[in-house]
């Protein structure tokens, strides 16, 4: 049986985290507009407690975008009650408002971070979870720096923020430290446990890039029973960024025999949502970026341009059109072969040429191309101009 994986999106809050990708108002709701149009399940819109800003930009997007019941929005709280309360504010317009509420859990964070000893870190996130339950029925609580945690205190605050009413418990590599075995192994552990204590919790994890695993170590969650996964648009956030929503459901739907899980969204609009989150962020996207890239879907070795052109799945397991572009390219190099070329001059409209003709034009392409990267097809407007003048 297939399950579904809920899609909680925070590219407007730890995305909007990266130096100078601030937004205005108005952009973040046309980002949140554009998430709900990808059929994101939860949005956190930002953190309410930060500024009167960000306050107002997520009481706009609960109130615009949160507004029918196919999503919930979110926002971030320290376990203190200012936070929740300006969470609950803001949120509250939403038909369907979360209090996201985050509380360190290593040593590292309790004995260093608060100093704290682990009772009083485990009281005061019970507390706040009891305090926003007072206020919503939908709580999140996330254990800051759960995997590098240790196990039976994670759990302790696990099970008792669960009694005292978190219906989504969400286990943060917040550092990127995990590697999937081990980040598999945790979740499988933790799902084993809560399953016992509440079995309609949601079970949740938010990975972080610094070691490039964090798709990886959120696919491995969901082979161990993770319910749903945290992400962003591109994989931007803190330092290295985050999970990259587009990675994630990818995988999920091009090896679907391996997971048996799918999620809501809207494939078709991964690519206008990648590209709207990084034209109004000023972020440019990795050229050579997994799904949203802009060589994603482009082919520029001569072997494979051939191989492709014969059978696309050689050297493609998406099609483009899965995520919103209309076909791939062909990028013509000094490399690509003869068929590539043809196939190429055959788009533009040049169909009627005789192999002999194909033949004399190709050699002027191969001098050009030796001349230059990359041929566009302006470039081969201009080749075939020369043809015919002095073919005349
Ligand atoms: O990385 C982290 O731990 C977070 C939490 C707020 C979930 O962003
Ligand atoms: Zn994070």
Known sequence: MTKNIVVFDTTLRDGEQVPGAKLNQKEKLQVAQQLKKLHVDIIEAGFPASSKGDFEAVKEIASQVGNTDDVMITALARAVKPDIDAVYHAVKHAKKPLIHIVLGTSDIHVQKKFSKTKEQILDTGVEAVKYAKSLLPEVQYSTEDASRSDFEYLWSTIEAVVKAGA?????????????????????????????????????????????????????????????????????????????????????????????????????????????????????????????????????SSGIHQDGLLKAREAYEIIHPSEIGLDDMELVLTARSGRHAFKHALQQLGFDQLTEQQLEIIFEDFLQLADSKKEVYNHDLYRLMEKFYKKNQ
């Open 167 to 299: 219906t989504m418990i969400n286990i943060p590599d917040t550092v990127g430290f995990a590697e999937p075995d081990e980040f598999g192994e945790l979740i499988y552990k933790i799902n084993d446990r809560l399953k016992n204590v509440n079995n309609q919790v949601l079970l949740s994890v938010h990975c972080h890039n610094d070691l490039g695993l964090a798709t990886a170590n959120t696919l491995a969650a969901i082979k161990n029973g993770a319910d749903k996964v945290e992400c962003t648009i591109n994989g931007i956030g803190e330092r290295a960024g985050n999970t990259a929503l587009e990675e994630v459901i990818m995988a999920l739907h091009t090896r679907s025999s391996r997971y048996q899980a799918d999620t809501n969204i809207n494939r078709k609009e991964i690519l206008n949502t990648s590209r709207l989150v990084s034209n109004l962020m000023g972020l440019e996207v990795q050229v050579n970026k997994a799904i949203t890239g802009e060589n994603a879907f482009s082919h």
